[in-house]
């Protein structure tokens, strides 16, 4: 069974910088592309960032930025010069066979 448990959210002042951490259990990661997405109230979940299987990135914001632990099986979002409105709940997500598997989410509030 595969599994993506997200962490590392917390409440930051605005500037701050966090990482969240998705442990996946179930998958070799290196072997699918990764993503993180973030779903703010009120809004429709949005993508954030993306590793591939070769290991290109790309991300929504330059102030974000995705990586991969393979020996960990682990993904990242490190994110730096926070804003208000960088306030979501961050989900970890995969595709296998075109299902999309989703972690439960870590919740990210940027506050003063």
């Known amino acids: 069974q595969v599994q993506l448990v997200e962490s590392g959210g917390g409440l930051v002042q605005p500037g701050g910088s966090l990482t969240l951490s998705c442990a996946a259990s179930?998958?070799?990661?290196?072997?699918?592309?990764m993503y993180w997405y973030r779903q703010a109230p009120g809004k429709q979940r949005e993508w954030v960032a993306t590793?591939?299987?070769?290991g290109t990135v790309d991300s929504l914001r330059g102030r974000f930025t995705i990586s991969r632990d393979d020996a960990k099986n682990t993904l990242y979002l490190q994110m730096s010069s926070l804003k208000p409105e960088d306030t979501a709940l961050y989900y970890c997500?995969?595709?296998?066979?075109?299902?999309?598997?989703w972690g439960q989410g870590t919740q990210v509030t940027v506050s003063s």
């Open positions: 997500n995969t595709v296998i066979d075109r299902r999309n598997i």
């Open positions: 179930g998958i070799i990661t290196s072997r699918y592309g």
């Open positions: 590793v591939t299987t070769d």
